[in-house]
């Protein structure tokens, strides 16, 4: 076998390899002598049957299963002896002229192929001793705490129903039918829908027309949908609701105690405070924990300055682009909206790409080198945790992970960055600082991982599920295209 290397720019090489059709026939009759004894043939004896007819069924076929398992097998082997590593499966190309096939497939004709592929390029690591970071800390006071604790008894007070007038903070149960131009429209309607008044959960005014609504009035509400509402039908419209009264509820009085906590399935206010106390400082740490990486990551990235490979590069913009238009479509806004142009945008978005990957192989080389490791243990609570966001689909998403290795890769991947920067973490200069809340909510654009890095533009997103994706932290859930937007309760968050 020939191995020619016909293209070495850059990253890119391109390998022609090349098999005399002899050591392919040879392949072959050692096949043929392998099967001999094996096939049963009509008129012929076990064992006897020439090697010309066996040639002559079989040949064509175990020459096609020989050049498969040659393009299968041989691109790994002939990078491992190079000393190479691929940054996506090479390409392979060889002749579709149907007359070479079937010289190549009759031994008469050497089998040629082409691999195409670009090399992961060598990342000689630098010293971390000049990377510098900063930990914000908060301390959380007996004060926000105790405010938390009061927002999870409000959402979880009671009500009694009671003669007379609704008035604010009083809770209004009622069937509404929503009307834009006379016509119900989507998602407008609902029946036995509770909303406290002064919440703002419903669209500007809607709520206010309510203070005053006894028990078994009808009323029509009019509003008006902002101009920015999601739902572009109903953006700047004015809308008409049909609203049935079936009941006005005053609030209890909320009180911070062991019946509470009991309430929420606690055991006592105490644990309720301890457990609301965690959640605070989970909060925290994940805000620490972003700022901190993006400081390793900007530092990370002034140090390391190479070529990357444009397969890669490639992928990640169109990953990237696909998921800003999927959110300015969701939106209903353009470019223009958020102040840039589509090909700025394009630019922007290329830049980040290219960003992305040359970390990413950074942190890679990182960990290679320290042995960093994900176990199975870590892959298997990864994969729990994708099982609970689908329940009733468990079944197909774990055959989905077994199916598919580019599946399991994309959990090992994050589970891989997240332990790289714990291990620099260890390695770096590290300095606390003691900030307030404010100070540590404030410009948080959070760069939370590689593929999680600032944006350039669009400027906003458009949901908020993209931004929590991008690990920014994720802006106000926008309201419903129906007034409703019912709010979990008893949560202690």
């Known amino acids: 076998m020939q191995v020619i290397e016909t293209l070495a720019e850059g990253l890119k090489r391109e390998i022609k390899v090349v098999i005399p059709a002899k050591d392919m026939e040879n392949k072959m009759n050692e096949r043929l002598a392998d099967v001999k004894d094996k096939v049963r043939i009509n008129g012929f004896r076990p064992g006897k049957v020439p090697v010309a007819h066996l040639k002559k069924v079989y040949g064509k076929s175990i020459m096609a299963d020989l050049v498969n398992e040659i393009v299968r097998e041989q691109p790994t082997q002939i990078l491992s002896s190079r000393g190479e590593k691929s940054a996506t499966q090479p390409e392979i190309a060889m002749t579709e002229d149907k007359d070479e096939a079937d010289k190549i497939l009759a031994a008469e004709q050497d089998f040629e192929f082409t691999l195409s592929y670009e090399v992961l390029p060598p990342i000689e690591l630098k010293s971390v001793e000049g990377i510098k970071i900063t930990r914000e800390v908060v301390d959380i006071s007996d004060e926000e705490v105790n405010e938390q604790v009061l927002k999870v008894a409000e959402s979880a007070r009671s009500y009694e129903t009671k003669k007379g007038k609704a008035a604010n903070d009083d809770r209004v149960t009622m069937d509404y039918v929503g009307k834009v131009d006379g016509e119900a429209f989507e998602g407008g309607t609902d029946q036995g829908a509770e909303l406290v008044l002064g919440s703002g959960r419903f669209i500007p005014g809607f709520e206010d027309q309510l203070v005053g609504v006894k028990a078994g009035d009808e009323k029509t509400i009019t509003v008006t949908f902002p101009a920015d509402y999601p739902a572009k039908n109903l953006a700047g419209k004015e809308a008409t609701f049909d609203v049935t009264v079936k009941d006005v509820a005053a609030p209890a009085d909320v009180e911070i105690n062991d019946e509470l906590a009991k309430k929420l399935g606690l055991e006592s206010a105490d644990r309720l405070k301890e457990i609301v106390r965690g959640q605070i400082e989970s909060q925290y740490g994940s805000l620490t924990r972003q700022k901190v990486k993006r400081q390793i990551l900007d530092q990370l990235d002034e140090m390391y300055k190479f070529e990357t490979p444009k397969s890669l590069v490639e992928a990640e913009y169109n990953g990237i682009w ?63 945790e994708q099982l609970r966001q689908y329940p009733g689909q468990e079944k197909q998403i774990l055959e989905f992970f077994r199916s598919q290795p580019g599946a399991a890769a994309s959990i090992r991947a994050p589970i891989f960055e997240e332990k790289v920067i714990d291990h620099l973490l260890t390695e770096i200069e590290v300095t606390d600082k003691k900030v307030t809340k404010e100070e540590l909510l404030a410009d948080e654009e959070g760069e939370g991982s590689v593929k999680e890095t600032k944006k350039a533009a669009p400027k906003k997103k458009a949901s908020a599920k993209a931004e929590a994706s991008e690990g920014e932290e994720a802006a106000a859930p926008k309201k419903k295209a129906a007034p409703k937007k019912k709010a979990s309760e008893g949560d202690a968050e």
């Open 322 to 384: 696909s998921q800003v238009n999927n959110d300015l479509a969701q939106s209903g806004k353009t470019f223009e909206d958020e102040d840039t142009t589509e090909e700025k945008a394009k630019e922007e978005y290329k830049t980040l790409a290219e960003r992305r990957v040359r970390l990413g192989l950074v942190l890679s080389e990182i960990g290679e080198k320290a042995g960093v490791e994900v176990s199975e243990d870590e892959m298997q609570r990864a994969i729990y």
